[in-house]
T-cell receptor
Framework: AQKITQTQPGMFVQEKEAVTLDCTYD???????LFWYKQPSSGEMIFLIY??????QNATEGRYSLNFQKARKSANLVISASQLGDSAMYFC?????????????FGDGTTLTVKP | DAMVIQNPRYQVTQFGKPVTLSCSQT?????MYWYQQKSSQAPKLLFH???????NEADTPDNFQSRRPNTSFCFLDIRSPGLGDAAMYLC?????????????FGSGTQLSVL
């Protein structure tokens, strides 16, 4: 089974609207971290947001929030008020405490296009 | 600014001709990673160093080697590049191995094999 599943290869959103990018994960490790990264066409991956498995509150970073539903093993990224500069590929990733310790496992990514 | 720097940005090599990609970091991070990323796919971990400890992924071809002579530098050597090795190579660092450690990436080296 894939560790990280992103089911949306591509998404479109109108500028200034909100968009949700889906991510589900699979682990039996009780301690893990979930991350979202942005990769513009220039290639450099940029960290956006982090959620720990024991965190009670959903993480927020500016216009980014992570909708963490632990029982469903989902960690969706919500981008509010989309901007043209948000057009990029977005990757969900996980780090586990025991299995694959010290490594990040990535999903296949979602390409987001923001339309003016 | 502290950062992860990869050189060169673009590298062209010939089929079978050894090539070395370099990565340096000013973050003083313990862990350095090399990822291979083919067009619009997930980055694939090739290997990582925790300090001087080298960790190879089971499916990383023997054609790929790495060196980390000191904390700041890490090199990826491809001994005999094939056409299938054309890809973006991303270097990343993390402060430590914990589950809360985010990755800091360089801008990548795009490798072409002719």
């Amino acid at each position: 089974a894939q560790k990280i599943t992103q089911t949306q290869p591509g998404m479109f959103v109108q500028e200034k609207e909100a968009v949700t990018l889906d991510c589900t994960y699979d682990t039996s490790d009780p301690s893990y971290g979930l991350f979202w990264y942005k990769q513009p066409s220039s290639g450099e991956m940029i960290f956006l947001i982090y959620q720990g498995s024991y965190d009670q509150q959903n993480a927020t970073e500016g216009r980014y929030s992570l909708n963490f539903q632990k029982a469903r093993k989902s960690a969706n990224l919500v981008i509010s008020a989309s901007q043209l500069g948000d057009s990029a590929m977005y990757f969900c990733a996980m780090r586990e405490a025991n299995t694959n310790a010290g490594k990040s496992t990535f999903g296949d990514g979602t390409t987001l296009t923001v339309k003016p | 600014d502290a950062m992860v720097i990869q050189n060169p940005r673009y590298q062209v090599t010939q089929f079978g001709k050894p090539v070395t990609l370099s990565c340096s970091q000013t973050l003083n991070h313990n862990v350095m990673y090399w990822y291979q990323q083919k067009s619009s796919q997930a980055p694939k971990l090739l290997f990582h160093y925790y300090d001087k400890d080298f960790n190879n992924e089971a499916d990383t071809p023997d054609n790929f080697q790495s060196r980390r002579p000191n904390t700041s530098f890490c090199f990826l050597d491809i001994r005999s590049p094939g056409l299938g090795d054309a890809a973006m190579y991303l270097c990343a660092t993390s402060r430590d191995k914990g589950t809360n450690e985010k990755l800091f990436f360089g801008s990548g080296t795009q490798l072409s094999v002719l």
